[in-house]
């Protein structure tokens, strides 16, 4: 029986930016490559794990194998096809998504893609992958039975138990309790919900209460929601066409997965359920039902642009409803907080999870369903997947209260090695990340920069200095995100061009010149000085000297 080793990228440690590496004799299999959102207002629009340490299988790595469509967990696809050139293999959903971003990446033009199919196996290199159907907030997703020569892996990728949704979208539990009984060596899980203990709403429930909810409303209706939830997106239209409302979307994201969905037949709604937002006017405000993204109170979201009545299309007015179809996601409740207000002061009813349960239902396992896929498939190992150090440990915590002896927590880096004596962590290494804006590469040392003009703001100080004959040096100052006044700002210049001229005085008496590295940095010390007596601190000061003949 050989080895094998498991290398989280991403995932692990953290929410989102789900990337894991397989490797068995040389060889690697890759599961999901995601990215993650920075929330620190650096200008970022991604970051995803730094792909450089693959480098060393160049050749040697077999494919990509997807769990479903979420952006974090196929976001990075096409920055990871842009180092390797390898085969991409997933549910119909998350390719065809792939497939939806022709125009943003044109390496997916050359994209080599491979359909899964629940129940038909499928060889990527040494890796043998049986895809399993399991439920979850997106059409088609996975879970994967992966034979290796270290015995058979099962990989839950994002899941959940539920019932009540039709067969066809739930969870295949008799497949995963064959494979227990089968022998599964080792059970790596999706550990995101691990923290409620509470059996979790299902997406039947949640659709009768809107239902229930949009038939008793006069004005008009938003439901702010997660584009990708396909399955809710289905039982939406049911409900429209009940309660005699028109379908607005609203938000580019959106608007993509309709188009998916509707091409591959996953949303049979009628042309005339749908209807523009530009003319949204021509309609009774109870007659309208608009989908809208940005949950999480994203910046240019739908959502955020009601909440500040900037919507070039559409404007609320007392007595409609937003109905958030949503939960928000850890880091984001100022914001989400915020954008509610925004709702609020215009005169529009509110309604979240936090005030009704039933009217949103996580993809995610809460632990009922944690414990019962490890007594379904009664593995002989345990790694806990997705999530920040404190789901993984909580997620391996009830996996050892369920029997499971070999039972290890690794974090992004993190080498494991399994074998017949179980798992153990075998050595770290680090991997990094990668920050992007505008599809472009940002390096680490400009976030440090950022970070430090966000924390101090910016002085710019401009010296002219006279060097073909006589005169005297003259300094200008401008400023960004320092002084609260003009007249803070001018006594910081007035205060600086003193301090300057004093140095040069004292470089000239050194019988330094005016343009030398010492001067220079003499005359930065001096700026800085002149402006802390007047904010009390020192902040990022940048000295341009420019030479006046």
């Known amino acids: 029986m050989s080895d094998l080793r498991i290398l989280p990228l991403g995932g692990l440690g953290e929410v989102g930016m789900n990337c894991l590496a397989l490797e068995q004799d040389g060889e690697v299999l890759l599961i999901d490559a995601g990215v993650t ?11 995803h794990p730094d792909f450089t340490c693959l480098e060393r299988f160049e050749g040697r790595i077999k494919g990509l194998v997807l769990t479903h469509g979420h952006e974090d967990h196929v976001g990075a696809v096409p920055y990871l096809l842009e180092r ?6 997933g549910p119909p959903y ?9 125009r ?22 040494s890796f043998d992958i049986e895809p399993i159907r399991v439920a979850h907030s997106i059409a088609d997703a996975l879970a994967f039975a992966i034979r290796t020569r270290a015995g058979t892996v099962v990989h839950t990728g994002d899941f959940r138990f539920d019932g009540t949704v039709a067969p066809a979208e739930q969870l295949d539990v008799e497949r995963f309790r064959a494979l227990g009984k089968e022998g599964v060596a080792l059970l790596m899980s999706d550990s995101t919900n691990v923290e409620v203990e509470s059996d979790a709403v299902g997406e039947g429930e949640v659709a009768e209460r809107l239902e229930s909810l949009i038939s008793k409303l006069k004005g008009g209706v938003v439901l702010g929601m997660f584009a990708s939830n396909t399955v809710r997106l289905r039982r939406v239209g049911r409900i429209a066409k009940a309660t005699g409302r028109r379908i607005v979307p609203l938000g580019r994201s959106l608007v993509n997965h309709l188009q998916v969905a509707r091409r591959l037949g996953y949303l049979p709604w009628p042309e005339e359920l749908l ?9 009774r405000r109870d007659e309208w039902l608009a989908l809208a993204t940005g949950t999480q109170a994203e910046e240019y979201s739908a959502l955020q642009r009601l909440a500040k009545n900037e ?8 007595g409609d409803t937003v109905l958030f179809s949503s939960r928000v996601i850890p880091g984001h409740e100022i914001a989400v907080t915020q954008m509610i207000g925004g709702l609020l002061r215009q005169g529009i009813e509110v309604v979240t999870a936090h005030d009704d349960p039933l009217v949103h239902a996580s993809g995610h396992a809460t632990a009922p369903d944690q414990r019962r896929m490890i007594q379904e498939t009664m593995p002989g190992a345990f790694l806990p997947l997705h999530g920040t150090r404190l789901h993984l440990e909580k997620h391996a915590r009830l996996a050892r209260a369920e029997g499971i002896g070999s039972v290890v927590v690794a974090e992004d880096g993190d080498w494991v090695r399994f074998n017949e004596d179980g798992l153990r962590l075998d050595g770290h290494e680090d991997i990094g990340r990668t920050w992007r804006a505008h599809g472009r590469v940002v390096a680490e040392s400009l976030l440090e920069d950022r970070r430090l003009l966000a924390a101090e703001g910016l002085v710019v100080a401009v010296l002219h200095v006279p060097v073909g004959g006589p005169g005297v040096a003259e300094l200008v100052m401008v400023s960004r ?13 007035n205060a600086a061009r003193d301090e300057v001229r004093q140095a040069l005085a004292t470089a000239a008496k050194d019988g330094r010149k005016k343009l030398d590295p010492e001067t220079r940095e003499a005359v930065q010390r001096a700026v800085r000085r002149a402006v802390q007596k007047i904010v009390g601190y020192r902040p990022t000061v940048h000295l341009e000297v420019v030479a006046d003949n």
């Not at 959102?37 to 970051?47: E, I, N, S, T, Y």
């Not at 943003?104 to 290199?125: F, Q």
């Not at 209807?275 to 309609?283: S, T, V, Y």
């Open 84 to 89: 390797f050139d390898i085969p991409v293999l």
């Open 275 to 283: 209807w523009p937002a530009d003319r949204i006017g021509e309609l």
């Open 94 to 102: 998350a390719l065809e998504l792939l497939r939806s971003r022709r």
């Open 37 to 47: 959102f920075d929330a620190r207002g650096f200008g970022l629009d991604v970051v």
């Open 311 to 318: 919507h070039h299309q559409m404007r609320l007015a007392p």
């Open 481 to 493: 995100g320092v002084f609260g006044s003009a007249a803070m700002e001018r006594d910081a210049s």
């Open 104 to 125: 943003e990446h044109e390496i997916l033009d050359d994209l080599h893609a491979e359909e899964l199919v629940p129940g038909r196996r499928k060889r990527v290199g």
